[in-house]
Structures are given as C-alpha cells and as structure tokens.
C-alpha cells in the first residue's frame, strides 16, 4: 500500500474476491466483474451436491426460490420493493418484455424514444417493438404520440449520469413512461427508483454486481402497474401456478408474471454472492469510494499522462460520472492492447477512440489506479502500443 | 449386476456420470439428467480460470464460440445442419421467437393450433403469439387461416411418439407450417428434423442432454427459412456485427440472428460434456437401449405389480413410446412419496395419477428398472404409500 493511500473502509472486500497473486491489475469490472470468493464455493455446493445429489429434488429445495429470493436483493441496490422485483432472462430479453407491455399499455401511443448515447443493443430491442426515434434530448422531446422513453441511466462511453428523476417527470410531463436501463450505474452507485417515479427498469448484473459472464438479468415494474401490464413472453414460470400444469395461461400475482421460462440456475445462482457483498459494504460507502477512485484516476491522468494527448471524454465533476473514467486519445485502440499485453494491465475500449477504466471499490485499490496510469505512461513512453496496428472492436 | 443383465454395449457411460455410492435409483432424468462427470471438472475450470483469473478475456477465448461450438453438436442429434441450430435463452423464450417470426411471415394466416396434450406451457407462449385453438388432431384441422402447428413430439405425460415426418405433411397440405418441441426426444431417440420437413423446432437440453438445471435451450430454423425470418427479439448477440455498436439493428447471417442477450455462460458451457456423450454413445444405440430399458420396464410392472391395480398409461408397443414409461394408479401420488421417502428410488409425479420413469440410457442399467418395480411392490404390500395423504403438484 502507497504511504499516500487513504483510508479504505471498503478495504477488507477485497479478499472476498479472487485475485490471483501478480495478476494483472483489473479495471473492466464495468464490462465483467471479478469471481467473489464465496460464488466459487457456492458453485461447487450447487453443481456437486445440488445438482450431483439432490437432482430434480433441488427444484423444491432452493432453486424455485432463487429468483425471488436474488430479487429481493438487487430490489435494495436500486430502491425499489422485494415485490417489485425479478431476476430472470437477459437485459435484451426483459427490455423487450418490458417495453411490448409498456407500449401495449400505453395505446394509442406507438412512439419510442431514445437517445444516440444508449447501449446500440438497448435501441435494437426497442426498434423491434415499436417505433423508434433516436432523439438529442428525449425527456424533451417526448410528444402526444410517444408510449415509452427508454435510456441508459450511465452512459457507457463517459460513464454520465443522467438526472434519472427530473428526466422521467419531463418524460411523465408528457404523458410518456420511463424505463431505465441500469446496468451501467446497479452496484456502483446507490439508486432510488422509487424517488425517480419511473415505472420500469432493467439492468443487467454481470459487471458492478459480479455475477459471473452472462448472468441472468433484472427487470423493475413498480407496483401500481404490475397487475395492468401483461409479459408478451407467457411462460410458465410467470404462471400464476407453475406447476399446476392448467391449461390456461394466467399471469401470476405482481412482478413475478414478467419471468418466462426456467431459469439457467447455474448462473442465477451466482448472482448472489456479489449482490450480498454489495448489500454488506452498503451502496453509499461503495459510492463514496467509487468517487474517490474516480477523482484519483483523473488526477493521476493528468499529472501522468500530460503531453501525450489523453483528453478526459468523461465528466470532470466527480458527481456527474458513474464508476468509470473514459480517456479519448486517437490511438486509443493500440494503447489498449499494449497495457493488457505488455503492462498487466486491463481495462476495455470503445470504437474509436475510447479507454474506459472501471472502478469496481469492492475490489480495485487506490493503488491499482495509480499502478494503472503510470503503467499507461510506460506505454506512451517506451511507445510499446506502436506494435499494435490494426483496430478491431471489443466485447463490453 | 443381476444374473440376467443382457448385454449392455453402453455400460461404460455410466461411469461417466456422477453416482453417488448407495444413492438412489434415479429415474427422473426426463425431469432433470444426472451430472456428467465432465461437467463438473469443467465447471471448475470455467468458474475458476475462465472467469476468476481470464476475466473479461474469456469472451474472446472462448465465451463468443459457445453457442455456435454446442449447436453443431445438438444439430447432430436431431438430423439437422449446424447451421440451422442455435442455443440460446429458455425453450419458452425460443418458442415465441419462433412462433412470432412463423405468424409474421406466414400473414394473412394467423391462427395456431396445437393439441390438450401438448406441454401446458408450450400453450402458454402460444396463446400469447396469437390466437391458439386447441384441437383432438390439428395436423387434420389446420385450414386456410393455419398460420403454424405447435406439438411436442414426445408427449410428457404418456411418452407417446408422434409421427413427426407424416402429421407435418398434413399441416403443409394445409398450407400452415410446423414447430415441433422436441424437449421430451432428444438425447433420448434419434431425431431428423431434415427427413420431417418442419420447419422450426424447439427444445431443452436439461433432460435426456443432461445439461443441468435450467440449461440454456436450442432452437431450429429450416435454412430455407432463414433468411425470410426475422427474430421479434432482436438482441445485439443475434445482430450481424454485435460489437460493431452500430446504431441500427441489422439480423446476422442464418439462424444465429435468432440469439437475443448475453448468453449466461456457466450454464451454457455445461450443455457441452452431456451432450458429447450421447454423440460417443450414438444415438442408434441409445434408442435400443432405451427400448429394452422401457420393455424390461413394462415385463417387470406386469409381473410385479399384478393385482394393485397399476395400468400401463404409455404405449405397449416399445416403437410409439419414447424414453419413459408412466404407470397410472388412483394414488399415484402418494406412491411416488413413499418411493422416494422410503424406498430411494427417484420417478416423477404427474398429476393426478401417473408415475413417470424416466428412462436414460446413459447410466440407467437394467438393474436400476428391475429394482424400482421391486420396491414399488413392496410400496404395495407395506401400505407405506397410506402415509402420505394430501396430492401435490409436481415440478417437470
């Protein structure tokens, strides 16, 4: 630890993760967050004795509850009720359930809006339920005609906050619902959906959350609605009786009708470990040192990095930015590859010109930010990241 | 082994699989597939090296490839090309991107059809694509305002087969088109969606695949049909450049553009180890196998169960019943209680009287049947089924 380390109250989670010894320093848990300790033992129990032994027993003993029991978590991530919750799906599959009842509910309304800084996946789903424009300013422009505003909470390029709740009340303003996408911001910053008025959200919970590659996703419908709103996906998990085999389709009680088919309970299940270590560092500790590791990334880039053309593409105040710090530097791709190659060093980039550098507090060190950045100074230095010549895309 | 254990060219299989030393007979592996020994040690591998020390790296060494590498794979066991199989999401997820891509494409038709022995959830999705009758035999009623067909080719319920190739040629007479759920076949008889003709096809991959609970699902799209489909889903992993972040939606080549979200990865790797086994088994044997299994099954519930009023709910003739065989019986409940409570022998429920074997040629041997219809005999004579009273539902 650097004499000049602040404190850390956060400091003992780290072990609570896997880190292996003189690995490289880990700053895209923005994209895939680390293995928690406690999820690799919970996959040997769940593999080896839940599945192993137990087999079809294990449906009535744990797994037909996982989802609720996950949801009633993630709920206190995002201030919203237990009931107002479900972990289920992806975010590209809740998004669309979500949106199809929300454009249903919402006739004769079609439009949809959204803006050019969403995740591009966000807008794909959303053009395939409606009509959707792309707009500057959607809270704004939001018409008579407009069923659904949906946006990224923290844009995945800068990592801005948006304003989520005087945007929705321009959103309600003109009679249009508000659905959030959180997967940016769920587990690096406290959020108040109820206080934000919004009537839906999703979020995915494989970054800040550390749920594993490709953990299943979340879906928030508040609860004056939920009884309004039908799930276009009827599966049988959102049956009002599952199991009791009828031959009619009927929509369970609340949140829960908006599940679909049986969940992959492999990965379901490691979502909760991470959540758990989040519920217990407490999201405004997690927040107060993701804006630490953020300011010390800012100034350590610019103390570090001057003269070689890093520009900041994120918010300089400290408040207006999620838990990651974009630098924008024309080579941005090369010197990408050279820190995870040659530097040990891994953050991602974004086409074109965009380093992110994720601030995970329940595991990444002041240390590791400063180790970072004077690594990225070698790089430009020792001009290492020329080698690196042909610019590809990167998997968020 | 018993004295009369005939031949078993695929003994060595069940060394491949998990089987805990004086555990139960398991015979629901149509609910849910014991775990490949192969699973476990990669489960190890993919939590412990692919996510906690690769990290986000995994997705460009491996993680990406997942879908297409197990797809080619299950495409062999149901007489498919590899380019006509995707992985993905639920089978109630995949059946209503099909069943919305089949209705859409097949406008002005609009009407589903599907029979009361279906899988009730499979209705479900239906009833929500579109307007769904529910008819004796939808093969002969589909008309000129049949949009699709939708049956299970395996009913749950009495393990009946469907002639496949001969009830899809009824519904193209009709003009409408045909989506089979196979979920209750494969693994467990060999299937050719290519000689059948249909269409589209959905399925799971958690019973006779062995995939673990919950495991990600596949579907089929003829590839004809490809390219005249479009997913109503449209996620960015079904997009033609998924990590080009284009602004626009744009479905990729073939059957993948029927992939929507982020696929969960722990559960989808463990799809692979089950079914490369029934690949080196072969699925010629694995059918004969089963046959004798479900043959033994009958001789031995006629020979050990007269006079307790037990009937044959499945096909007698071996070539029209798939890989279980269900026994009916007034307090069919109460029996499966007992059989498992008192007996270690592991069938499933299906209300309100059946019992259901499943029968898995992988690690089921003889012995395992013989024994089974031995302890329910002796359920009868103990009377220790009268304990249990009250009648439940079970889970699939």
Same mark, same amino acid.
């Given at each position: 630890?650097?004499?000049?380390?602040p404190e850390d109250p956060l400091r003992r989670f780290r072990d609570e993760f896997v880190l292996e010894g003189g690995g490289p320093i880990y700053l895209a848990g923005n994209s895939l967050g680390r293995?928690?300790?406690?999820?690799?033992?919970?996959?040997?129990?769940?593999?080896?004795?839940?599945?192993?032994?137990?087999?079809?027993?294990?449906?009535?003993?744990?797994?037909?509850?996982?989802?609720?029991?996950?949801?009633?978590?993630?709920?206190?991530?995002?201030?919203?009720?237990?009931?107002?919750?479900?972990?289920?799906?992806?975010?590209?599959?809740?998004?669309?359930?979500?949106?199809?009842?929300?454009?249903?509910?919402?006739?004769?309304?079609?439009?949809?809006?959204?803006?050019?800084?969403?995740?591009?996946?966000?807008?794909?789903?959303?053009?395939?339920?409606?009509?959707?424009?792309?707009?500057?300013?959607?809270?704004?422009?939001?018409?008579?005609?407009?069923?659904?505003?949906?946006?990224?909470?923290?844009?995945?390029?800068?990592?801005?906050?948006?304003?989520?709740?005087?945007?929705?009340?321009?959103?309600?303003?003109?009679?249009?619902?508000?659905?959030?996408?959180?997967?940016?911001?769920?587990?690096?910053?406290?959020?108040?959906?109820?206080?934000?008025?919004?009537?839906?959200?999703?979020?995915?919970?494989?970054?800040?959350?550390?749920?594993?590659?490709?953990?299943?996703?979340?879906?928030?419908?508040?609860?004056?609605?939920?009884?309004?709103?039908?799930?276009?996906?009827?599966?049988?998990?959102?049956h009002a009786s599952p199991f009791g085999f009828s031959p009619h389709y009927q929509p369970g009680a609340g949140v829960m009708r908006f599940l679909a088919g049986t969940p992959p309970v492999l990965s379901m299940a490691c979502v909760e470990p991470g959540v758990d270590l989040l519920?217990?560092?407490?999201?405004?500790?997690?927040?107060?040192?993701?804006?630490?590791?953020?300011?010390?990334?800012?100034?350590?880039? +610019?103390? *570090? %990095?001057? &003269?070689?053309? @890093? $520009? #900041?593409?994120? /918010?300089? +105040?400290? *408040? %207006?930015? &999620?838990?990651? @710090? $974009? #630098?924008?530097? /024309?080579?941005?791709? *090369? %010197?990408?590859?050279?820190? @995870? $190659?040659?530097?040990?060093?891994?953050?991602?980039?974004?086409?074109?010109?965009?380093?992110?550098?994720?601030?995970?507090?329940?595991?990444?060190?002041?240390?590791?930010?400063?180790?970072?950045?004077?690594?990225?100074?070698?790089?430009?230095?020792?001009?290492?990241?020329?080698?690196?010549?042909?610019?590809?895309?990167?998997?968020?």
């Open positions: 630890m650097s004499q000049l380390e293995l928690p300790r406690r999820a690799q033992a919970l996959m040997v129990d769940v593999v080896e004795r839940q599945w192993g032994e137990r087999l079809v027993r294990g449906w009535g003993e744990g797994w037909l509850e996982l989802s609720q029991r996950i949801s009633a978590k993630i709920a206190l991530l995002i201030g919203a009720d237990a009931d107002e919750v479900a972990v289920c799906d992806s975010t590209s599959v809740n998004l669309f359930k979500l949106a199809m009842a929300a454009v249903t509910a919402q006739a004769p309304r079609r439009e949809i809006l959204t803006d050019a800084r969403n995740f591009p996946s966000d807008a794909y789903v959303l053009a395939g339920v409606g009509p959707l424009r792309v707009v500057d300013d959607p809270a704004r422009e939001a018409g008579a005609g407009t069923a659904l505003v949906s946006l990224t909470s923290t844009c995945f390029r800068t990592a801005e906050n948006y304003p989520i709740g005087e945007m929705t009340e321009a959103v309600h303003a003109a009679g249009a619902w508000m659905l959030w996408d959180l997967s940016h911001s769920v587990g690096a910053m406290p959020i108040d959906m109820h206080a934000s008025g919004a009537e839906l959200a999703v979020g995915c919970t494989y970054k800040y959350c550390n749920g594993g590659p490709g953990a299943p996703a979340f879906l928030y419908v508040r609860r004056d609605l939920q009884e309004r709103l039908r799930s276009p996906l009827q599966g049988w998990f959102g519920l217990e560092a407490g999201m405004a500790r997690v927040r107060e040192k993701s804006i630490r590791l953020g300011e010390l990334l800012v100034a350590e880039a +610019d103390h *570090q %990095l001057a &003269g070689f053309g @890093v $520009a #900041l593409a994120s /918010p300089k +105040d400290a *408040q %207006l930015r &999620g838990s990651h @710090v $974009a #630098l924008r530097h /024309p080579e941005a791709w *090369q %010197l990408t590859q050279s820190l @995870v $190659a040659d530097y040990a060093v891994i953050p991602d980039f974004r086409a074109p010109d965009l380093i992110r550098f994720g601030l995970a507090p329940l595991y990444n060190s002041f240390d590791d930010v400063r180790d970072a950045m004077a690594r990225l100074r070698m790089v430009f230095e020792s001009k290492s990241y020329e080698r690196y010549s042909t610019q590809r895309s990167a998997v968020t």
